[in-house]
């Protein structure tokens, strides 16, 4: 019984940030004829009147910012939309091109771990190439359970690569975005509470990918202790 609560438990954590996250951002992408610029034409803007040395481009990979770039990359719908998620979203990663431009502490160190969690990575899809390799060996099995470590590390490190980025998304939406958009009046009173909700989808999209990454990382230390 506590195992199957606990199954539910997991289950919710795992499913709820993501059905939220994605209903809200739904919610509010209907066309709005009153909100005067799309995604990408209000991150233009933005750029040019915060003097961010940023390019503003359409992706097919989700909306982010590239520091690596310098790009704030906006989906086809965002950029082209002319609702609220638009508007939202974008000056969400424009909140996300201020904090690099200046030299925002958090960020700086998601970019450290993140690199780090890149070395560790392909240090793990080395390990497991071999560890199949070292089960066809006789008494290799122990040596195979070693090179999972290299793995688990892998797993730990994304997972913390996660739990740092969300204070920096929640700075990006609540400490930059929305008072740029209060502010500037880019967007009606009425919306303000609407945007927040969508601004805090927008931060909390990592943490269903926390979730994930320390579901993925218990399983891995089951399967390391057999």
């Not at 940023?54 to 990359?73: I, L, M, R, W, Y």
């Not at 490190?157 to 209060?182: G, R």
Request: net charge positive; glycine share 6%; with cysteine.
């Amino acid at each position: 019984m506590i195992w199957l609560l606990g199954l539910v438990i997991l289950l919710v954590l795992f499913v709820w940030p993501n059905y939220w996250v994605t209903s809200v951002l739904k919610k509010y992408s209907e066309p709005c004829e009153e909100i005067p610029g799309t995604g990408g034409e209000l991150a233009n803007h933005l750029k040019k009147v915060l003097k961010l040395e940023v390019e503003v481009s359409q992706t097919n990979q989700g909306d982010h910012f590239d520091p690596t770039a310098q790009k704030v990359c906006l989906s086809e719908n965002n950029f082209n939309g002319r609702h609220l998620t638009a508007v939202a979203t974008a000056a969400h990663e424009i909140g996300h091109a201020i904090q690099w431009q200046s030299n925002d502490a958090g960020l700086q160190r998601r970019g450290r771990w993140v690199g780090y969690s890149i070395i560790i990575q392909k240090i793990a899809q080395v390990s497991l190439i071999l560890v199949p390799v070292l089960h066809l060996v006789p008494g290799g099995a122990i040596l195979g359970k070693l090179l999972l470590i290299p793995v688990l590390l892998s797993v730990f490190f994304n997972t913390l690569v996660h739990i740092i980025t969300l204070p920096v998304e929640w700075d990006a939406s609540f400490h930059k975005a929305l008072p740029i958009l209060v502010q500037g009046q880019y967007i009606e009173d009425k919306d303000i509470q609407a945007v927040k909700r969508i601004l805090r989808a927008c931060a909390f999209t990592y943490l269903a990918a926390a979730v994930i990454s320390l579901l993925n990382l218990t399983n891995l230390l089951r399967t390391i202790r057999r």
